[in-house]
């Protein structure tokens, strides 16, 4: 869920915008080029991922990947967030340019989280790649329904957060899929990056 | 008036949207009244740029799901005008917006960002999004019909696993593609940002189209009564 513009008071949008932009100056300080472009591709890829419908039944989901991102790309992941989320609203009018700064704090912050949890190394692998990749999608979900009821729109979109829980665990399964298969064919990449 | 908007500045174009956006999303709820004047103005401003507007018409309609969900709680909320308002602001916003992207080509808006001290990872990943993301969606392509060629339609269950698989692969490809690709940047010469393409003055012409536009915007917003 993308937020447009003209939805989200300014006051929000503007204070969004402030700490999205420092956490991406911060989180993106002192970086390598072959890391950036690695990063590049990274988003290239999960974009192009994202843009695929997975069929589900009579329906169809498509993925976030914000999980994986936090997994394969650590504190890093908020930079690949922000400027995947800048590239859809410039390319696709997913979001608004008043309101990136709060799409970059819910989805960033998921993607964060899991990033945490990856390297928390508690539990084993197969169980902390899933709980990435349901809390990459929930934790969005759940940030959204709250600025939501705290701006006046009611408790719908905590409904909304509800459903999410089924696209939430479609995407924790891939992520373990995704991850068993990179621990096959490139386990260097999963190594735990700070 | 024809391409006054594209002969701006591609910093004094995001400028110029981003404070129009920012004075209509600072209407009031439920003030309905300053929107006829704002329509009339965002036509104004579409036929000094090209922009196609069928183009713009479309751009605006995949705005339309998330728009009409806000707008019909909040309309169950606090009343209809409260939710005609914010979709009257979301299609506003989104019209502004793409007219912006049809007109400023990604090279310009990069250049733009650049120049208003955007970080450089930020450029970069951008551009390299720009470059490679159709390229990657067609690998996925030929992933999928090699696997087709080969397997039965995965059913069930099982169509986590070949699917998480078969993303997994197109991120190890483009993981490795990075390397190859930093390698080659490297050897034309790249030090950490893309050069420019094309290089812009910020005139005062530039800084009066800003200052007038924004100016016409809030008009309504402050003198039309409620």
């Known amino acids: 869920m993308h937020i447009a513009d003209g939805i989200i008071p300014n006051l929000w949008c503007g204070a969004a915008h402030g700490v999205s932009w420092t956490a991406m100056y911060w989180l993106g300080r002192r970086i390598e080029t072959d890391e950036v472009v690695r990063l590049g591709m990274l988003a290239s890829a999960s974009f192009a991922i994202s843009l695929i419908h997975f069929p589900l039944g009579a329906t169809s989901v498509h993925l976030g990947l ?25 390319l696709f009018q997913h ?5 990136l700064g709060l799409n970059a704090a819910n989805m960033g912050t998921g993607a964060l989280l899991a990033s945490l949890l990856w390297r928390s190394r508690l539990g084993p ?4 790649a899933f709980l990435c990749g349901f ?15 705290l701006t006046g729109y009611g408790k719908g979109f905590w409904f909304m957060a509800a459903l999410y829980l089924g696209a939430a665990s479609i995407e924790g399964a891939l992520t373990v899929a995704i991850v068993a298969f990179l621990r096959r064919a490139r386990p260097a990449l999963l190594a735990e990056r700070a | 008036m024809n391409r006054i908007f594209q002969r701006l500045d591609p910093r004094a ?6 404070a129009v956006i920012a004075i209509v999303a600072s209407t009031p709820p439920a003030v309905l009244r300053p929107f ?8 104004l401003l579409v036929l000094t740029s090209r922009a196609s507007g069928f183009y713009l018409t479309l751009r605006c309609l995949a705005a339309s799901p998330f728009l009409l969900l806000a707008a019909g709680l909040l309309a169950l909320e606090r009343g209809a005008p409260a939710g005609a308002s914010v979709l009257c602001k979301g299609y506003l916003a989104a019209l502004l917006l793409a007219m912006l992207t049809a007109t400023t080509p990604l090279s310009e808006l990069l250049w733009a960002l650049r120049e208003m001290r955007a970080p450089h990872v930020l450029n970069i990943i951008l551009g390299m999004m720009y470059r490679y993301t159709n390229l990657l969606g067609e690998e996925y392509a030929r992933m999928e019909r090699a696997r087709n060629c080969r397997t039965v339609r995965p059913l069930g269950w099982n169509r986590i696993s070949i699917y998480g698989h078969q993303f997994g692969n197109l ?10 690709v930093h390698a080659a940047m490297l050897s034309r010469g790249f030090t950490g940002a893309w050069p420019a393409i094309a290089q812009r003055r910020f005139t005062a012409r530039d800084a009066a189209f800003i200052v007038l536009t924004a100016a016409l915007f809030l008009a309504p917003r402050l003198f039309v009564p409620r």
Do not use: C, H, M, N
Not at chain 1, 125 to 128: N, S, V
Not at chain 2, 36 to 43: D, P, R, S, T, V
């Open chain 1, 66 to 90: 914000y999980g994986l991102a936090g997994i394969l790309a650590g504190k890093r992941a908020f930079p690949v967030i922000f400027a995947a989320l800048l590239f859809q609203t410039i």
């Open chain 1, 95 to 99: 979001g608004g340019l008043l309101s």
């Open chain 1, 125 to 128: 692998q197969t169980l902390r």
């Open chain 1, 135 to 149: 809390i990459g999608v929930l934790t969005p979900a759940l940030l959204i329904a709250l600025e939501f009821s």
């Open chain 2, 13 to 18: 174009r995001i400028l110029t949207i981003v």
């Open chain 2, 36 to 43: 006829a004047a704002y329509a009339a103005l965002a036509i």
């Open chain 2, 171 to 180: 991120i190890l490809r483009s993981w490795d593609r990075a390397d190859r």
